[in-house]
């Protein structure tokens, strides 16, 4: 048990935890931060396309407005990689070593897979893995010793599962369909009639889960977002699978398992031993994965392989496929000597640490400038300033300015349904859209309010800025006649209104002339 403790721990020696701690969170993962600034009584509106459970244990790690929020993918990668080990450790092995061989090899290889290394975001995506592989672990000790604890245990997992990771309602629909396949044929009634019976409840109550959490968070502009990523499955048998191999050839490296001809088999390897050990119906449902998958796709229901999305998908598979080499390495041991097998394993091993060294310790994060912008604004700005952020911008912020509490409005121009401002502090203005109306709108009050205050300056907040929303602010800026220059820390500009009167120019406090004159 302490070994397989020390395996999920090493995640924090694969992964740069001082980088996550210190790097300020950018776009995408400022509005998961966010929710940790509203009342908890808040949490369903504002947890978007987030699962509520998994935002509400953002809670517990997040420590003011800093970073530590990172921790909470981190631990589920670490879980994910102890599943891992007890998943296929306990698959039905006839002895202790080749078990302990192939739970090391798939908890290795979920630790190393890149798909889990470039993970550091500030999403779900591990917890996928994590719910994904504990659905399979569940399914398996269920075809080991049949009871109904046990099929409540897999039902829990599943529509529990899905308050941590939406994608657990995928693996648990293939788990139960499996189960009930295997008990049809082999005319097991009676488990036939339990499964059932629990599949139907669970689909109940993953059903009340969908309706009362994650239906709010599918809205058009998420399935225009994912388009790429649906299979084109009415444009004909060719462009179906130039998809799917354009796909692969997208993210085969975020597998780990080296050039197809040599994943492929051992994922196929990995099935039949599951199959070979007693587990018919695990088996089944990690087959099933993939034509499900596509099939959400081609219903423009589910992205397929996307990097982040998908991580579940990878997991799994790596997993099967280390069992797949233990399955072989058990197969050839008889014919040659157990150092020869054992050879194998360490080689496979040492394959998954080669193809996963360029992302050990990787600093994929895009870097957002709002956290430093927020701070140099809170030290410098003057209480008459006035203060203007870009709707990308908004929940960053929110999140990381230390006067007051923000609120939140719904937009339906963004597909969180709804940004954060400050009624409190109404020199703080948000636009409203990423359009020359929005800008326009947005700098025009700005204005109207700088003007109530002598030598009060207007601050521009601005982060993922697109071509044409960049070019609307540039355009903004020249139809009002001002000029903004670097304000200070990197991204933050300032505009200084020009005021003044037939005597002369206003005189600011320290002795200078009123801003822009």
């Not at 929020?69 to 994910?80: E, I, K, T």
């Not at 130039?242 to 597998?255: G, K, N, W």
């Not at 929005?438 to 205050?453: D, I, K």
Request: some cysteine.
């Amino acid at each position: 048990m302490l070994a397989v403790l020390l395996l999920g721990l090493l995640v924090l020696v694969v992964h740069d935890v001082g980088y996550l701690l210190r790097h300020p969170f950018w776009t995408d993962e400022a509005w998961v931060a966010v929710t940790t600034r509203f009342p908890l009584s808040q949490l369903p509106a504002t947890t978007s396309s987030t699962p509520i459970g998994w935002s509400a244990l953002l809670r517990v790690v997040t420590v003011g407005r800093t970073q530590t929020g990172r921790l909470l993918p981190l631990g589920f990668a670490g879980v994910s990689v102890m599943i891992a080990y007890w998943f296929a450790r306990q698959i039905g092995w006839p002895g202790r070593p080749v078990s302990v061989t192939a739970g090391l090899l798939a908890g290795i290889g979920v630790l190393l897979a890149p798909a889990m290394l470039v993970r550091n975001d500030l999403k779900q995506y591990t917890a996928d893995a994590c719910m994904a592989l504990l659905t399979l672990a569940l399914t398996s000790q269920l075809e080991r010793e049949w009871s109904r604890w046990r099929l409540a245990g897999l039902s829990v997992a599943v529509w529990g599962g899905m308050l941590l990771s939406h994608t657990v309602a995928f693996v648990g629909v293939a788990a139960f369909g499996a189960v009930c396949a295997v008990q049809l044929a082999r005319r097991a009634w009676r488990r036939l009639a339990e499964a059932v019976v629990a599949g139907a409840g669970t689909a109940v109550l993953m059903l009340g889960v969908y309706e009362g959490f994650d239906a709010r968070a599918v809205v058009p502009g998420l399935t225009a977002y994912w388009a790429g990523y649906y299979l084109p499955a009415t444009h004909g048998l060719r462009a179906g699978s130039t998809f799917v191999i354009s796909r692969f050839d997208a993210v085969h490296a975020f597998f780990g398992l080296g050039p197809v001809w040599l994943g492929v088999p051992l994922f196929v390897a990995g099935v039949v031993t599951i199959f070979r050990l007693g587990r018919p119906a695990t088996a089944i449902a990690v087959t099933a994965l993939w034509p499900e998958m596509l099939a959400l796709s081609a219903l423009k229901k589910y992205p397929f392989l996307d990097e982040r999305t998908s991580t579940f998908l990878f997991a799994v598979t790596v997993v099967v496929a280390a069992i797949g080499v233990a399955g072989l390495a058990s197969l050839v041991r008889p014919w040659l000597k157990g150092a020869v097998a054992a050879l194998v394993a360490a080689a496979a091993a040492v394959a998954f640490t080669v193809a996963a060294q360029p992302y050990v310790r990787s600093h994929s994060i895009p870097h957002d400038y709002v956290r430093d912008q927020a701070r140099y604004l809170a030290a410098h700005a003057a209480p008459g300033d006035v203060i203007v952020v870009n709707l990308s911008s908004n929940w960053g912020f929110a999140y990381y300015w230390p006067v007051g509490a923000p609120a939140r409005r719904a937009d339906p121009a963004v597909l969180q349904g709804y940004e954060a401002y400050f009624p409190g502090q109404p020199r703080i203005i948000v636009a409203r859209g990423r359009d020359p109306a929005g800008v326009n709108t947005a700098l025009t009050l700005a204005l109207a309010r700088a003007r109530q205050h002598p030598c009060s300056r207007i601050w521009l907040v601005r982060s993922h800025l697109s071509a044409a929303e960049g070019a609307a602010w540039t355009a903004a800026l020249r139809q009002q006649g001002l000029v903004s220059t670097r304000g200070g820390t990197h991204g933050l500009l300032v505009v200084q209104p020009s005021r003044g009167s037939a005597s002369g120019p206003a005189r600011c406090p320290g002795g200078g002339p009123a801003p822009g004159r």
